[in-house]
């Protein structure tokens, strides 16, 4: 027979497993953040990048409606910002920002969007962005299309002014902001770039982490 001190040892790792998960299954999910006020505290132009005027629904290619309509089913929100950035005959250079207060499910790993717009992912590595001394570890993937079309992705996720590299530990942030009763912001930021055969696949990543680099100061003040 097991000693009341093993009891006690068992029911405390119970609760530790089970506790969060408690938590986060009678979780009551609100409303998502308003995109508004994040989008106009981002700046129209950010280093030597300038955004472009917004495309209509029907000016998008296939695979841009495909993508935009599976980010909408799967964080069931429209509080989603895409702005393109232009800087020159560089390539364009994409910057998407999902937020929502006290619901880390709207911050998902964006794979899932861009396997189902039919994007095969080639290369699955972390980067580590700087901004002046501060450094920021972040998801940087590599998509192709049979159209010969490829697409680098950067992306990280933010609770509060905190940035992080995994979705999971994002999860366990909001686990405990729950138990501390705190209110938060929980958002994921992606930069993208495409490009064709005719461009040089490390010249547009590095250009992609330059623009990273002017972003990443520009959300964490926009999502404080």
């Known amino acids: 027979m097991r000693t009341l001190k093993q009891r006690r040892a068992v029911a405390a790792a119970l609760l530790a497993v089970t506790a969060p998960l408690v938590v986060y299954l009678n979780y009551d999910v609100p409303l998502p953040a308003d995109i508004k006020p994040i989008a106009d505290a981002i700046p129209k132009a950010l280093g030597k990048w300038t955004a472009l005027e917004p495309t209509t629904d029907s000016d998008k290619e296939e695979g841009e409606k495909e993508l935009k309509e599976q980010e909408r089913q799967i964080l069931e929100t429209d509080a989603i910002l895409t702005r393109a950035y232009k800087c020159a005959n560089l390539p364009v250079c994409e910057l998407s920002v999902v937020s929502a207060v006290d ?11 861009y396997k189902g717009a039919h994007w095969t992912e080639t ?11 501060d450094a920021y570890v972040v998801n940087r993937r590599l998509f192709a299309r049979g159209t010969g079309v490829q697409m680098w992705v950067l992306y990280w996720f933010k609770a509060g002014p905190t940035v992080y590299e995994s979705r999971r530990a994002l999860v366990w942030a909001f686990v405990k902001a729950r138990f501390q009763r705190r209110s938060s912001s929980y958002s994921l930021i992606q930069v993208r770039s495409r490009f064709g055969p005719g461009d040089h696949e490390s010249e547009v990543l590095a250009e992609l982490e330059k623009f990273a680099a002017a972003v990443i100061p520009a959300v964490n003040a926009a999502i404080p």
Do not use: F, K, Q, W
């Open 123 to 133: 290369r699955r590595e972390s980067a580590t962005i700087y901004v002046g001394e």
């Open 103 to 113: 619901n880390p499910n709207a911050a998902h790993s964006p794979e899932l969007c």
